[in-house]
């Protein structure tokens, strides 16, 4: 996170994931039939932190596109991070 960032808003998109990013990630994306592959991350800190992330979304079905979506996920102080809204990115 950049220490210019302003309280409450949002850092710019991030290409190099940090270890801590891919956990986050890993915690809160185990969903059954479509596999995530995340390029790009942001955060806000809040009561917790809120990730947005980019990313490659392929359904596990023949012939089925890849496209692209952002997640974000929340990380709370204590507990397990989860999934708060998954949003198609149109061409």
Known sequence: MSN???????????????PEAKKVFTEAVNLV???Y????????VVAGTNYSFLAKAQTVVPNAQTRVVKLHIYQPPQGQPHITQIIDIQP
């Open 33 to 35: 039939g479509v596999t």
């Open 37 to 44: 592959t995340p390029f790009a991350f942001a955060t806000q």
């Open 4 to 18: 210019n960032s302003i309280p409450g808003g949002w850092t710019a998109f991030n290409f190099d994931l940090t």
